[in-house]
C-alpha cells in the first residue's frame, strides 16, 4: 500500500507541473493572440480610413501599392457580402 501512495504523489506532483506550465503557455499564447489582434484590428481600421495612418510606418513606394492593393480586395469583399446578403435574405422576404 506505501509504494502505491507514493507512486500517485509522485503522478501527482508532476501532473501539477504539466498543469502549471499548461497554464503558464496558454496565458503567453492568449497575450500574443491579442496583440496580433489588434494589430489586425488597427490595420483594418486603416484600410478602411477610420483611422489614422501611423506616421512611424516606412514610406516606400511598395509598400504603399500593398496597401493600396489590400484596401481595394477589402472593399470588393465587403461589396460581395452586401450583395450576397441583398440576394439571400432582403430578396426572400419581399417575395
Request: hydrophobic residues 55%; positive net charge.
Amino acid at each position: 500500500m506505501q509504494k502505491y501512495i507514493n507512486q500517485s504523489s509522485v503522478f501527482v506532483k508532476s501532473n501539477s507541473l504539466i498543469l502549471t506550465i499548461m497554464n503558464l503557455l496558454s496565458t503567453v499564447i492568449i497575450t500574443f493572440v491579442k496583440i496580433a489582434k489588434m494589430k489586425i484590428v488597427d490595420q483594418f481600421a486603416e484600410y478602411l480610413f477610420i483611422k489614422k495612418k501611423d506616421n512611424k510606418a516606412p514610406k516606400d513606394k511598395w509598400i504603399g501599392y500593398m496597401h493600396g492593393m489590400n484596401r481595394i480586395s477589402i472593399f470588393v469583399f465587403l461589396i460581395g457580402l452586401i450583395v450576397l446578403m441583398f440576394k439571400l435574405v432582403i430578396l426572400p422576404m419581399l417575395k
